[in-house]
């Protein structure tokens, strides 16, 4: 009996244990967008048993009942799903939180995140086309720490971009970073489309660019773009969106009634004799017969309510086990603002990216993007114009018009001129905006191919890439004839044509090693980069073309005598020599070195050394950290770094002759003189020390990274006075400094297992300082009027005049004051700060105003997803610049025009009436007109960039199979803009706002499709 029970219970454990075995558990992994994810790791926990996904996605492996099955691949949250008796289980893959696995661009080569010692911002592609921006910069405005962009908002116009401040002494074009697009290096990535970018980094610290050499010292921006996946299925996906642009924050100008009102308090009789002249040819108001019948806001005239921007493209992506390509093709447009036909950017974009592994040890690829783009840029002379120009003026003048008619004038014009009335000036905007055409055609090629050998597997590879890149450029700017008055006409029609080719091209050799000892691994590599970078270009002029499109060519005029043309060229050839090498312990002590050595014929001097290194503690792998169960990882990493500047002009001044007429024993006699102010300039030198950390605390759901950063150009061009003559010039002399703080925090978390957010901000303080004038007081910057100064424990280039104290009120405090004494001042007129308190007021009482450059910038994102409906916004803003309201300063030249409503509306007009405008008529008196505080600004703002609201539509389970996955959204760009600033915008480059181009909101549905 017992041994038959015994027989029995090892036939039902056996059974039981037959059965579990038995068990075949088959599903398939995707990820959010739906689509199957190949390769993922399927392993049964605590066992060898596993197997990976296949193209599609689906899996099959045996497990028990009991059993854990671990899912996991690299990018994405691991999960650990019970078996539960159940054959089939589907999972859905979310991406990890975890940032310190992931692998980011560097120079030459990629990196983990948790190896890194430099300060290096990834930004991933989803976040770039969220913002329905057509230049991919504008998408990172308040998303990266320490970054300042500064949109613009004319048609296709690349915002201007700043990394940790400027270093150089400011002009056009040295302060931009360096763009290394698939390899390729630029100065602008206007033609770049963002939903073409598969990856971004930005790298901000020295020791991170200096890889880069003398190209890299405003900094680096990384571009990967998109490529196909080995062993994917073909997926096909649409990206677009339409919308529109409007008008914010329109700057109010006086009208009618307040601009009579204004003249009037002026007491000019000038003045006063252009309102009657006005009132005569066009009549009273019926409201108030003592001011004309024409009422124009110039800016609703040139400027539209809504302006069209859209967006188009269309990729594929996929491979084979061998070669992998990605296809894509796009359209951009961008209506402009200014009231007319010719004012408009549109952009075709071609691109392609294949890969083959040819062997086992060779693989090889291209890609090529071409970019189409056709500008056509408005007169901005016509906000400036419309600033100015008086209310009671109209936009057109017919009885002018039929005058000229009856008079045979064939070039007649419908548009009013204030000279009809008695103004110097026409004013009229429209004059320039319909009798200007000015148009870009813009065409790039960039194309790069390569081959890389596997000399051993897995550790040694030669990496060589030869990249060619084409621009052309043509640019033709037409001038009609028109004829209103005899002062306001443009008799003959005249052409500006403009061709230039850049050529570029660049042959890279990278070798490189890596390998593991144990707990010791390092990678090492050498290269070495050529480079050849040709421009020429020709331009012409010439009067009297026809006046049809099909003829406006130079070759076309009808007057010899005024054609003109000049043609020139400019080439430049470098060759350098790098490596790196890196090396960490238990990745937990990491080392970083690299040395650039840089040749160039642009300069006399030929070669410069650029060394860099970097050194990381990642302190949460310590032993005495087991006990801090709440942080995840934590990181202190230090580098410094050596890198040029090489976009300051090769030489400056010239050798100049002048003749001397003498007279010798009352003989004329004839001699010159010959002044020599040539200079010979090199790269600028920045150094650049940063220190920081990373952190991810709470189950990776917080991540924190900081930085400071001291950046110091050490032989920046400065100009030097000559000595014994007037004039300056140019010497590699100075010192300029930027330092700051940098901070992002960023929070993700589950409130269920539907319901997840985001939490975001990152902020960067700066200050910008110049250190070293080589023995000079200070220099003056700007113009004498608006007087700018750069001065040792400044920032470069500060604002430079008198502290205004307030208003004089009556006549008892100009009795008390002997400065309004001296001066001849009355009531009205601005109280400037006495200094020095001598009780004169004189340039020793002149102190600096601020500076253009905020001390403060920060951004922030709010992420909300329910289930398929996903929602986020973004904020940013500056504090601490200053701008220079410069529009409202030019009365010093233009004195007889109009003025904004907040000035007219707040000028001092009797005791109490105002203690920080002058009087109407002391805007036209000299002292008033000094520069002062009365017109230095606070551009400080908030703005919420981006608010996005999405979503997701499986077709599958929406419509049926066969169907694409969907996402639709609307957005909203700068919806709101809060400042103080009296302007349409505080976003000015320089901080001189002489009427910039505003910018728009802009209000966009879209819908994204994969097949």
Do not use: C
């Amino acid at each position: 009996m017992k041994k038959t029970l015994f027989v029995i219970s090892l036939l039902l454990v056996s059974t039981l244990i037959f059965a579990q075995q038995q068990l075949n558990v088959k599903g398939k992994v995707t990820g959010t967008d739906n689509l199957g994810i190949p390769g993922v790791s399927i392993v049964v926990k605590g066992s060898s048993s596993g197997t990976i996904t296949d193209l599609e996605g689906f899996y099959t492996i045996e497990a028990t009942s009991d059993d854990i099955i671990v899912y996991s691949f690299i990018g994405f949250d691991t999960q650990e799903i019970p078996v539960a008796g159940r054959t089939e289980i589907n999972v859905v893959f979310e991406e990890s939180n975890q940032l310190v696995d992931e692998v980011v661009v560097v120079g030459y080569g990629t990196q983990r995140v948790k190896d890194l010692t430099s300060a290096i911002t990834t930004v991933k592609s989803e976040e770039l086309v969220k913002s329905p921006n057509g230049q991919t910069m504008q998408a990172l405005q308040g998303k990266v720490a320490g970054m300042q962009i500064i949109n613009a908002g004319a048609p296709g116009t690349e915002p201007t971009v700043r990394i940790r401040g400027i270093g150089s002494y400011p002009s056009s074009s040295n302060s931009q970073p360096l763009y290394v697009v698939d390899g390729m290096y630029f100065d602008n990535i206007d033609f770049l489309n963002p939903s073409d970018i598969e990856s971004l980094s930005v790298l901000k610290d020295a020791s991170a660019s200096a890889i880069y050499g003398v190209r890299a010292a405003n900094g680096v921006v990384l571009i990967t773009t998109k490529k196909g996946g080995v062993s994917k299925k073909a997926t096909v996906t649409y990206e677009g969106y339409i919308g529109v642009q409007v008008p914010q924050n329109v700057l109010q100008m006086a009208n009618a009634e307040q601009f009579v009102e204004y003249i009037n308090q002026t007491g000019s009789a000038a003045d006063i004799q252009f309102i009657e002249n006005a009132m005569q040819r066009y009549g009273r108001s019926r409201i108030n017969p003592n001011v004309p019948d024409v009422n124009t806001d110039w800016y609703a005239e040139i400027m539209k309510k809504t302006a069209r921007q859209q967006n188009h493209s269309i990729s594929m992506t996929g491979g084979s086990e061998a070669t992998t390509y990605s296809l894509g093709v796009s359209y951009y447009e961008q209506q402009g603002l200014l009231e007319t036909a010719k004012n408009s950017y549109e952009r075709l974009n071609i691109r392609g990216n294949f890969d083959h592994e040819v062997n086992n040890w060779l693989k090889a690829g291209m890609n090529v993007n071409v970019s189409n783009g056709t500008k056509y840029i408005a007169d901005d002379g016509a906000w400036f114009s419309a600033y100015h120009a008086v209310p009671i003026l109209p936009k057109y003048d017919m009885e002018n018009y039929d005058k000229l008619m009856d008079a045979g004038m064939s070039n007649a014009s419908m548009y009013s001129s204030a000279q009809l009335i008695g103004y110097r000036g026409s004013q009229n905007p429209f004059l320039n905006l319909d009798y200007m055409s000015n148009r870009q055609n813009i065409r790039k090629v960039l194309t790069g191919i390569y081959t890389d050998i596997t000399l051993i597997p897995n550790k040694l590879n030669l990496k060589t890439t030869y990249s060619l890149y084409i621009m052309d450029l043509k640019s033709r700017n037409v001038g009609l004839p028109y004829y209103v008055t005899n002062d306001t006409n443009r008799e003959l029609s005249s052409i500006s044509s403009y061709k230039s080719s850049d050529t570029n091209q660049f042959l890279d050799n990278v070798l490189t090693y890596n390998d593991s000892f144990g707990a010791h691994n390092i990678s090492l590599m050498l290269g070495t980069s050529y480079r050849d970078e040709w421009y020429d270009y020709l331009q012409g002029y010439a009067q009297d073309i026809p006046l049809n499109e099909n003829s406006w060519y130079i070759g076309q005029s009808q007057s010899e005598t005024s054609k003109s043309v000049e043609d020139n060229a400019e080439r430049i050839y470098g060759i350098s020599y790098f490596g790196r090498a890196s090396y960490n312990y238990k990745s937990k002590y990491l080392a970083y070195f690299t040395l650039r050595r840089e040749g160039t014929s642009k300069y006399q001097e030929k070669w410069g050394t650029f060394p860099a290194f970097g050194l990381g503690w990642v302190v949460s792998e310590e032993s005495f950290m087991d006990g801090a169960n709440f942080i995840d990882y934590f990181k202190l990493r230090g580098g410094w770094g050596r890198l040029g500047n090489d976009k300051i002009a090769r030489q400056d001044g010239a050798n100049t002759t002048n003749p001397v007429y003498l007279a010798i024993d009352d003989t004329q006699v004839d001699a010159t003189t010959t002044t020599s102010t040539f200079g010979y300039l090199g790269w600028e030198t920045v150094t650049g020390t940063n220190i920081g950390l990373n952190a991810t605390l709470f189950g990776n759901k917080l991540d924190i990274e900081a930085d400071y950063y001291v950046r110091d150009t050490e032989n920046a061009a400065i100009p030097v006075s000559l000595k014994l003559q007037s004039g300056s010039v140019l010497k590699n002399v100075g010192v300029i400094r930027n330092s700051g703080l940098e901070m992002a925090v960023n929070w993700n978390g589950k409130i269920t297992s539907d319901l997840k957010y985001t939490l975001g901000f990152n902020f960067a303080t700066l200050k910008n300082e110049v250190r070293d004038l080589y023995g000079q007081e200070y220099l003056n910057g700007g113009s004498a009027e608006f007087r700018q100064r750069s001065q040792i424990g400044e920032p470069l280039l500060s604002f430079y005049g008198y502290e205004v104290a307030g208003v004089y009120q009556n006549q008892g405090e100009i009795d008390n004051d002997q400065v309004a004494q001296d001066n001849s001042l009355v009531p009205g007129d601005l109280r400037f700060v006495d200094q020095d308190g001598n009780n004169i007021i004189d340039d020793d009482d002149k102190v600096f105003l601020g500076s253009y450059f905020p001390n403060l910038t920060y951004g922030g994102v709010l992420g909300l997803s329910y289930k398929n409906l996903e929602f986020s916004m973004n904020i940013m803003g500056q504090s601490g610049n200053k701008i220079l309201n410069r529009k409202r300063g030019e009365i010093i030249w233009t004195n007889d025009t109009n003025i904004d409503a907040e000035l007219a509306n707040n000028l001092w007009n009797g005791d109490g009436t105002s203690n920080k405008y002058p009087s109407a008529s002391g805007l036209r008196r000299g002292w008033n007109q000094n520069f002062s505080d009365y017109l230095v600004e606070d551009g400080s703002f908030f703005r919420i960039q981006n608010v996005r609201l999405a979503y997701k539509l499986k077709g599958s389970s929406i419509i049926g199979p066969g169907m694409p996955d969907a996402v639709v959204f609307v957005t909203a760009e700068r919806p709101l803009t809060m400042f103080n600033y009296n302007g349409f915008n505080p976003e000015v480059p320089n901080g001189i706002d002489r009427q910039f181009y505003p910018i728009p909101s802009v209000y966009t549905i879209g819908l994204n499709l994969k097949f």
